[in-house]
């Protein structure tokens, strides 16, 4: 594929250049570079700021709200929205369940919930993982057992990503449990989160953040018509949401934002005047993680531009190893960088202006955005279980 940029595209780039500049916040700027968890209040200001331009779901179709750019324009997008330090939406909506309700939902699903979900007014969170059962999804042992014209769950999930910001739920449950998951023991259904039986206790992670959570289903009564799709089809369902997570979980455009900070930290003299990017080791690093992140950004461009039918789970594995190894390497060289300066760790709700001797505003949000990537290479599925997948589909091992 042809990846220069044409005229076009470079007038597009300064378009959404300098919108995004301009439409957000310089506090919620000022909290998205720092690395924290984003506040449910920047993502849902943030999310209404593209809608009401048209811009909040580039990928979707342009049926759907979409608005029919290239896979080059949405990358260019989002690039552009990261180096003006705007928050990464919640993606449980616009990326994941808002994909597959536009692919396989009823008439009715659409209509309810694909307008919603483009405006911020409802938050949706994914129940996949369970304790002992999170990379291997077809050990799932959530239940939901047709009772009338309802189905009633039971089960539990764990590490639930922003369930405690999340209106709906859409939930992998065993639907018949006589047949193996991947032949049609699996289904999702979707439910309100404010409803008897649905308990969310959260989970404070070593970055002293709350993000993730466990949540307890006990007899959920849920309508029929909210099992998406058709009943027994939650395996191929998975497989589907899976890639997107794991195309996007490559995060190139924020990776290059930090790495553009890092740059900029490191060629910055001291009061002495030496300059930490002199340092050939650490020289040497920049520039490896530089080749690499292009490299990446080459693979992911060319995995979107490609047609769907042609995408394979393999090369999504292979996207989301990459993109999470290089996020951590990025946040270990920001913290062997400052030195003494990395230890102080400061939870996401410090004033870091405020706080003297440190080299910039973002410095306190280095520690703790550090010990959270720890876990990119887990989540979206353990980077051993995408090498086992890479394995058996490319290798046949």
């Given at each position: 594929m042809d990846l220069k940029l044409t005229a076009e595209d470079e007038a597009f780039r300064r378009e959404v250049r300098d919108f995004v500049r301009s439409a957000v916040p310089a506090d919620m700027a000022r909290r998205t570079r720092r690395g924290g968890h984003t506040p449910k209040a920047d993502l849902q200001a943030w999310n209404r700021i593209l809608y009401d331009k048209g811009w909040v779901a580039p990928h979707w179709p342009r049926e759907y709200g979409g608005t029919g750019w290239s896979a080059l324009r949405i990358h260019i997008f989002e690039e552009e929205c990261a180096a003006a330090d705007a928050p990464f939406l919640s993606y449980f909506g616009l990326r994941l369940i808002g994909p597959l309700l536009?692919?396989?939902?009823?008439?009715?699903?659409?209509?309810?919930?694909?307008?919603?979900?483009?405006?911020?007014?409802?938050?949706?969170?994914?129940?996949?993982?369970?304790p002992g059962s999170g990379s291997d999804l077809?050990?799932?042992?959530?239940?939901?057992?047709?009772?009338?014209?309802?189905y009633v769950i039971n089960g539990q999930k764990i590490w639930t990503t922003e369930a405690h910001y999340a209106d709906?739920?859409?939930?992998?449950?065993?639907?018949?449990?006589?047949?193996?998951?991947?032949?049609?023991?699996?289904?999702i259904l979707m439910f309100d989160m404010n409803q008897p039986g649905v308990t969310v206790r959260p989970i404070v992670t070593i970055d002293e953040g709350h993000?993730?959570?466990?949540?307890?289903?006990?007899?959920?009564?849920?309508?029929?018509?909210?099992?998406?799709?058709?009943?027994?089809?939650?395996?191929?369902?998975?497989?589907?949401?899976?890639?997107?997570?794991?195309?996007?979980?490559?995060?190139?455009?924020?990776?290059?934002?930090?790495?553009?900070?890092?740059?900029?930290?490191?060629?910055?003299?001291?009061?002495?005047?030496?300059?930490?990017?002199?340092?050939?080791?650490?020289?040497q690093r920049l520039a490896q993680l530089e080749i690499d992140l292009a490299a990446l950004e080459w693979s992911v461009l060319r995995v979107l531009a490609s047609p769907e039918g042609e995408r394979t789970q393999a090369s999504a594995s292979g996207l989301k190893i990459t993109g999470s190894e290089i996020q951590q390497r990025i946040s270990e060289l920001a913290y062997d960088l400052l030195g003494p300066l990395g230890v102080p760790f400061y939870g996401e709700d410090d004033v870091a202006g405020d706080l003297p001797g440190f080299a910039s505003p973002d410095v306190p949000g280095v520690a703790a955005r550090q010990l959270f990537l720890r876990?990119?290479?887990?989540?979206?599925?353990?980077?051993?279980?995408?090498?086992?997948?890479?394995?058996?589909?490319?290798?046949s091992l």
């Open positions: 536009y692919t396989f939902g009823s008439p009715r699903q659409k209509e309810l919930h694909l307008g919603p979900i483009l405006r911020g007014d409802v938050f949706w969170c994914q129940g996949f993982s369970e077809a050990s799932v042992r959530t239940t939901a057992a047709r009772d009338g014209d309802d709906k739920m859409f939930c992998l449950a065993r639907t018949n449990p006589d047949v193996p998951p991947q032949k049609g023991g699996l289904s993000s993730v959570n466990e949540v307890f289903l006990d007899n959920v009564r849920v309508p029929a018509v909210d099992l998406l799709g058709e009943a027994g089809q939650g395996w191929t369902y998975a497989k589907f949401l899976l890639g997107n997570e794991r195309v996007s979980n490559a995060q190139v455009p924020r990776s290059r934002r930090d790495l553009q900070l890092l740059r900029a930290r490191a060629e910055a003299p001291d009061a002495s005047g030496a300059r930490l990017v002199d340092n050939p080791d650490i020289r876990a990119a290479s887990i989540y979206a599925g353990s980077n051993e279980i995408q090498r086992t997948i890479i394995a058996k589909q490319v290798f």
